[in-house]
Every structure is written in structure tokens, then in C-alpha cells.
């Protein structure tokens, strides 16, 4: 039995004030979700105020991002061990954000989901077609070949430790959401492919769907058999929005 996991991408939004309001906000209302986790990636700016007000609630948080090296001369970069230092459990890897608007190739994403492992942090590794790639038939073929990027670098034991999120790129901030069986089918598409390296590993991997999911339309999402929570962008700006979602998947 897959535990559900509802991680929210606060991107580069808010203020010290405002995330204030929303760590607060979703503290008070996660008594109402009963089985699903929950995680909150905020700006690493964030993270120490993140830490403060999560210690000791159900509540986990993790990183955007991070560098695939562990310290050195990385003007701008943020290392495993730092997101160590504020005791994030997770960190979102190759998001479509950093691989559309900062070129991260396959090989780069797969460095940093090595580099999360290794630190002892669960990487998100964000997978996706871009809206020509689906049209033109190369869905799956995409998610593959980001997928198998991971696999080559570390063997699919490394799944394991991680979770996929399964964002198609037109599906993210546009309001679009793939259809419950459109995201089905990609999410079965990537639970075999695991399979055909490791079946266990397959069968116990959370692959989470993000993409415009509200809480009007996460509980079918959720509901089918290989969706196993979200990676929640704008929706989870709003803590009860967020906890909405949250609820929908228990
Ligand atoms: C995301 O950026 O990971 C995301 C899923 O965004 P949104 O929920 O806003 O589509």
C-alpha cells in the first residue's frame, strides 16, 4: 500500500509575511487529513522560518531544487547538505521550470537526483511532455527518456528513494489538467517501465500528478490506480486550497 503524498511548489512566490500565514494556515488545519502526507517546498530563503514553525507537526518540507555538487565555487547554487542543515525530506529535481528556462538536460537532473540520494534527501524527480510532444506522439517516449536518464546513472534501486511526478508542461498554471485517464495512462506507462528494472521498486514508487490540480478535480486524479498523490503549484499558495487537496487524497 502506497502512502499518498501531497507536496506543494510554492515556486518563487510570497514574502516572509505571507509564507507566515500560509505555514500557519495549513498547520491549523492538517488534523483534517487523515492518511495522506504532506510536504511544502517553499523558496530557500524560507526554509529556515519553514523549519521553525513545522518542527514537531505532521507536516514535512523539502527544497525547489538544488546543485549537483556538495559545496565549492557555485555563485548561486544551493547544496544537499545545506537543505540538510534545515532538515528538508525531500527536494523537487528537474521541474519543467528548470529544465525549460535553465536548459537542464536529462543528464543534469539525473546528477542531481544522485546528488539528493546521497545526502539522504528524497529527490521529486518531475517528468513531462510538453504540449507539441504530445501532440505529435512522443508522450511517452519523453517521460522515458527522463526516466531512464535516472535509471542509467543509478540503477532503478534509486527509485526507491524517491518519488516521480508525472507534470505535463501544458498542464502546469495554464488551468488545463490532463484527464484522469490521460494522467493514468502515463503514470501506468512509467510504473512498467520502473518494472522492467525492478518490479518491487515499481510497485512502491509514488508517482504523484501535477498539473492545474484543484480540489475540485483531485480526488478523481487521485482516485485512479497509479496516482498516488500531487505536486500542487498554484493551488497550494492557498492553505485551504491546499488542504483541500490534501483531504482528496486520504
Ligand atoms: C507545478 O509547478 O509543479 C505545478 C503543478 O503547478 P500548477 O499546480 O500551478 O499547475
Same mark, same amino acid.
Given at each position: 500500500m502506497r502512502r499518498p503524498l501531497v507536496a506543494g511548489n510554492w515556486k518563487m512566490n510570497g514574502s516572509l509575511e505571507s509564507i507566515r500565514g500560509l505555514l500557519d494556515g495549513i498547520k491549523r488545519g492538517i488534523g483534517r487529513v487523515k492518511s495522506a502526507e504532506v510536504a511544502v517546498c517553499p523558496p530557500y530563503v524560507y526554509l529556515p522560518e519553514t523549519q521553525k514553525r513545522l518542527t514537531g507537526s505532521e507536516i514535512a518540507w523539502g527544497g525547489q531544487d538544488l546543485s549537483t555538487e556538495m559545496s565549492g565555487a557555485y555563485t548561486g547554487e544551493v547544496a544537499a547538505p545545506m537543505l540538510n542543515d534545515f532538515c528538508c525530506k525531500y527536494v523537487i529535481v528537474g521541474h519543467s521550470e528548470r529544465r525549460g528556462y535553465h536548459a537542464e538536460s536529462d543528464e543534469l537532473v539525473a546528477k542531481k537526483f544522485?546528488?539528493?540520494?546521497?545526502?539522504? #534527501?528524497?529527490?521529486? #524527480?518531475c517528468v513531462g511532455e510538453t504540449l507539441e510532444e504530445r501532440e505529435a506522439g512522443t508522450t511517452n517516449a519523453v517521460v522515458a527518456r527522463q526516466l531512464d536518464a535516472v535509471i542509467a546513472l543509478q540503477e532503478a534501486d534509486a527509485l526507491a528513494d524517491g518519488v516521480v511526478a508525472y507534470e505535463p508542461v501544458w498542464a502546469i498554471g495554464t488551468g488545463r489538467t490532463a484527464t484522469p485517464e490521460q494522467a493514468q495512462e502515463v503514470h501506468a506507462f512509467i510504473r512498467a517501465r520502473v518494472a522492467e528494472s525492478n518490479q518491487d521498486v515499481a510497485e512502491g514508487l509514488r508517482i504523484l500528478y501535477g498539473g492545474s490540480m484543484k480540489p475540485d478535480n483531485a480526488k478523481e486524479l487521485i482516485g485512479k490506480p497509479d496516482i498516488d498523490g500531487g505536486l500542487i503549484g498554484g493551488a497550494s499558495l492557498k492553505a485551504e486550497d491546499f488542504l483541500g487537496i490534501c483531504t482528496a487524497a486520504d
Open positions: 544522485a546528488a539528493a540520494r546521497a545526502a539522504g #534527501l528524497m529527490p521529486i #524527480l
